[in-house]
């Protein structure tokens, strides 16, 4: 019997990742290329496999949430990205967060440790012309793999750009003034909230509005497009005395235990005008993120503004907020269902370079894409997922939405199918939708036997929001 030729998964992020411990775990051999460190992204601080640099949230974790229900499909198939974030899981109230260092050292560690899987740390400028490969460079691609790609597909890219939030040190904050609470006292009190009364507000939304920003280079400046799902906050204050108020810094709910019930009249009396909030970014507590804080300004601005927040006085920053230029192919144009590329059914895509949004959404493409790959290397048919599953979901909408206005898509309800009856409250009406993909995703497994041959991490109970 010949030996079988390796299938090559360019990029270790979280959709290359999953894709290459799917392939393996098929037991097809697959040589992963990571270019870090041999290489550095200007979002990334470390060389481990799938990095978060973003955020160290999944996102909810109920399954009548629409990333809540994507991890538990990822549970049934046997996800490494999901098991790993089980496994590393830190308190954020209902979200799914984790201890990104341990997270990202065990998956690599777990990677380079399979028979199967090649770590091979090296940069790859042009696309494979042989052989079976699987694309999941990411937002981002360097510009030689992209010029290389650009060329392939015949078309440009659509960008946009992307921020990531401050880490604030745990001890650094004033407790004085920083309390811990869950918006209307709701499960475990996961984050820190720095309150603000109208003055406090609005002066720092006037520092923030004339806060100077770093400067974009030119071919960035031609081309940027805010994403509305992560947009700078230096951005939103520009667009409104109060957008931050009915946002990120939204007040509604949250009270200071320290004044009694959160129904006294005395909290709500004290209610904040404003309220910025932290979530825990590893287990120790020691590290706090800005949440919704993602900011394109200069790092010495960013300290002399983030440090009028009450409770942040005297904020140390372990990692200021950055931000960079993202780039995906306009899939519907380029991608089968499959997530082939249709001008080359030997190569495929996953992850944010695919259009697709979020950590959790880029570890069900690697799902796919290194699973296709496998059953291309095996002979065996490939496979989408029922379109009533959020998987199913998310691929037949990025490959089949309208080229033009195309953008990159989250996991969300609005791309089901219509359920059979009208269910007018919408939390009954995801408990709906959660049970019929599950179910049919069940039947799908049942009928396309794909976990027969695979190690599948011990599933943990389904997680309903009351």
């Known amino acids: 019997m010949t030996e079988r030729q390796p299938i090559q998964v360019i990029g270790g992020g979280l959709a290359g990742t999953e894709a290459a411990w799917q392939i393996a775990q098929a037991g097809v051999p697959v040589i992963l290329h990571e270019m870090r460190p041999e290489r550095l992204s200007p979002a990334h601080h470390s060389e481990h496999l799938a990095e978060l640099v973003c955020s160290n949230s999944f996102g909810a974790q109920a399954t009548d949430r629409a990333s809540g229900l994507l991890h538990e499909e990822l549970r049934q198939l046997g996800s490494i990205v999901i098991a790993k974030a089980d496994e590393h899981q830190v308190p954020a109230g209902g979200a799914l967060a984790v201890d990104r260092a341990q997270f990202s050292r065990d998956l690599t560690e777990t990677l380079a440790s399979h028979p199967l899987i090649e770590l091979r740390r090296s940069d790859v400028?042009?696309?494979?012309?042989?052989?079976?490969?699987?694309?999941?460079?990411?937002?981002?691609?360097?510009?030689?793999?992209?010029?290389?790609?650009?060329?392939?597909?015949?078309?440009?890219?659509?960008?946009?750009?992307?921020?990531?939030?401050?880490?604030?040190?745990?001890?650094?904050?004033?407790?004085?003034?920083?309390?811990?609470?869950?918006?209307?006292?709701?499960?475990?009190?996961?984050?820190?909230?720095?309150?603000?009364?109208?003055?406090?507000?609005?002066?720092?939304?006037?520092?923030?509005?004339?806060?100077?920003?770093?400067?974009?280079?030119?071919?960035?400046?031609?081309?940027?497009?805010?994403?509305?799902?992560?947009?700078?906050?230096?951005?939103?204050?520009?667009?409104?005395?109060?957008?931050?108020?009915?946002?990120?810094?939204?007040?509604?709910?949250?009270?200071?235990?320290?004044?009694?019930?959160?129904?006294?009249?005395?909290?709500?009396?004290?209610?904040?005008?404003?309220?910025?909030?932290?979530?825990?970014?590893?287990?120790?507590?020691?590290?706090?993120?800005?949440?919704?804080?993602?900011?394109?300004?200069?790092?010495?601005?960013?300290?002399?503004?983030?440090?009028?927040?009450?409770?942040?006085?005297?904020?140390?920053?372990?990692?200021?907020?950055?931000?960079?230029?993202?780039?995906?192919?306009?899939?519907?144009?380029?991608?089968?269902?499959?997530?082939?590329?249709?001008?080359?059914?030997?190569?495929?895509?996953?992850?944010?370079?695919?259009?697709?949004?979020?950590?959790?959404?880029?570890?069900?493409?690697?799902?796919?894409?290194?699973?296709?790959?496998?059953?291309?290397?095996?002979?065996?048919d490939l496979l989408t997922l029922p379109v009533t599953t959020m998987m199913g979901a998310l691929f037949d909408f990025i490959t089949s939405a309208m080229p033009k206005h195309f953008q990159p898509m989250p996991p969300n309800f609005g791309i089901l199918p219509e359920l059979p009856q009208k269910i007018r409250n919408k939390q009954e009406r995801y408990g709906v939708y959660r049970d019929r993909s599950l179910a049919d995703l069940s039947t799908w497994i049942q009928a396309t036997g794909i976990l027969t041959t695979r190690v599948v991490e011990q599933r943990l109970p389904i997680v309903v929001s009351l």
């Open 125 to 380: 400028p042009q696309l494979p012309v042989q052989g079976i490969a699987v694309l999941t460079t990411g937002p981002l691609t360097t510009p030689e793999l992209a010029e290389d790609l650009r060329q392939f597909t015949g078309m440009e890219y659509l960008s946009f750009f992307d921020a990531a939030s401050p880490i604030v040190v745990g001890e650094s904050i004033n407790f004085d003034t920083a309390f811990l609470a869950s918006r209307y006292d709701r499960g475990e009190a996961a984050y820190l909230n720095c309150p603000m009364n109208r003055e406090q507000y609005l002066h720092f939304w006037a520092e923030l509005c004339k806060a100077e920003q770093a400067e974009l280079k030119d071919f960035e400046r031609e081309t940027a497009k805010f994403f509305e799902a992560c947009l700078p906050i230096e951005e939103m204050a520009r667009r409104g005395e109060d957008t931050m108020r009915y946002g990120p810094l939204k007040p509604v709910g949250l009270f200071d235990a320290r004044r009694g019930d959160f129904r006294s009249p005395e909290n709500q009396t004290h209610r904040p005008y404003a309220v910025v909030q932290l979530r825990q970014e590893d287990k120790a507590g020691q590290l706090w993120n800005m949440v919704g804080f993602q900011t394109n300004l200069r790092w010495g601005e960013q300290k002399r503004v983030f440090q009028l927040i009450p409770g942040l006085e005297n904020a140390e920053f372990v990692r200021m907020g950055v931000m960079h230029r993202n780039t995906f192919i306009n899939s519907p144009e380029l991608l089968l269902p499959t997530l082939q590329f249709k001008a080359r059914s030997t190569l495929l895509t996953a992850g944010q370079i695919s259009g697709t949004e979020g950590y959790t959404a880029a570890s069900a493409g690697g799902w796919l894409a290194g699973t296709n790959a496998a059953r291309l290397a095996l002979g065996l």
